[in-house]
């Protein structure tokens, strides 16, 4: 269990620090590679629908777990440390905390600055629609839903499920460090799926549905969880805590999604 712990504290610390480095070979990268090939091969075959989505979950999940406890278990036996450190840079590469605030913090200083291309091009690096004829209020509200949304799929969810994992490790008589690992890897699986192809849209209705049922599955008790999180935050901060918790139990249930509203209306109130 002390491994489980200085694993996820130094990954934490590492992205305080470091951030969410861009290269090519960034393990979240890495699945977007594979999913963008599997999904152009699906729908080659005449699998574009939902059978095909279902077929890509699957297959994506299980080609990352494979290679993750291969790569893992290659390395413990190698040599422990060295083991630990695949482990370290693997969480480290699932959380992405500082970079979606300092996205944010850029976009509201170009927002005091009254300087609106800047803060568009702020507010573009972290959504995904078109911003270009977005006014001051939309910048900001876009920043908002999308500070609240990260912060449970960047960062809560990862860390829930690395828990979950190395909990459920522990009782069951796993390894926990591996068990956690590969919660968290499953989680960031299912949320790179929904970010590609959980759209509901004509393309992706069909297709995306397995990968979007499945990040929404994977959210629920995180999306939950953040209200009680974000409330202590405030409050320490003495910001409104009261106002962000009484606008979240009125507003977290109207939106689309099961999951989205949830830290959105708290950060909104």
């Not at 979007?212 to 009680?228: E, G, Q, T, V, W």
């Not at 320490?236 to 009484?246: E, M, P, Q, R």
């Amino acid at each position: 269990m002390l491994a489980l712990a200085i694993i996820i504290l130094l990954a934490f610390l590492l992205d305080l620090i470091l951030g969410d480095p861009r290269y090519r070979l960034h393990p979240i990268r890495l699945m977007g590679r594979c999913i963008g090939l599997l999904t152009r091969i699906l729908k080659r075959v005449g699998l574009g629908g939902k059978k095909g989505g279902i077929l890509l979950t699957a297959m994506m999940e299980f080609l990352f777990f494979a290679a993750f406890l291969t790569v893992h278990l290659l390395f413990h036996e190698i040599y422990l440390f060295l083991g630990l450190a695949f482990d370290l840079f693997v969480c480290y590469s699932c959380l992405a905390l500082k970079d979606l605030v300092t996205h944010t913090e850029l976009v509201t200083r170009a927002l005091e600055r009254g300087n609106l291309p800047d803060a568009r091009a702020g507010v573009a690096m972290v959504v995904g629609r078109d911003v270009q004829f977005l006014d001051e209020k939309g910048i900001s509200r876009a920043a908002i839903e999308t500070l609240a949304e990260n912060f449970v799929d960047g960062f809560l969810s990862p860390l829930f499920w690395y828990l979950t994992g190395g909990i459920s490790g522990y009782l069951l008589g796993f390894t926990t460090v591996t068990a956690a690992m590969v919660f968290m890897i499953a989680f960031k699986v299912a949320s790179t799926l929904d970010s590609m192809v959980g759209y509901k849209d004509s393309e992706f209705l069909e297709f995306g549905w397995a990968s979007a049922k499945l990040d929404d599955i994977m959210n629920f008790f995180p999306a939950r969880l953040s209200l009680p999180v974000l409330f202590a935050g405030a409050w320490i901060s003495n910001l409104k805590a009261i106002k962000g918790i009484k606008t979240a139990l009125r507003d977290r249930l109207k939106h689309a999604s099961p999951n989205s509203a949830h830290a959105e209306s708290f950060v909104a109130g």
